[in-house]
């Protein structure tokens, strides 16, 4: 099971805009032109309820191979 972890995954002019929790997928967004972005999605992130995601359930989509031609 992921730890509960902040990721950042988008930036605008060095500032972020995008995180997730990499122990559940929940997303939180801040305005890069407010100035406090990033303290906006640290403050989502540490409020929110972490629902770890299933055992069955993938956090990121997986590759499959395409069946050979024979």
Do not use: W, Y
Request: aromatic share 2%; charged share 25%; hydrophobic share 30%.
């Amino acid at each position: 099971m992921p730890k509960r972890k902040l990721r950042i995954v988008k930036r605008v002019r060095n500032v972020p805009v995008l995180g997730i929790c990499e122990g559940c997928d929940t997303q939180f967004s801040g305005d890069p032109n407010m100035g406090n972005a990033q303290s906006a999605i640290q403050e989502q992130f540490n409020s929110h309820p972490c629902k770890p995601l299933d055992a069955g359930q993938s956090a990121a989509p997986t590759a499959r191979k395409a069946p050979e031609k024979t």
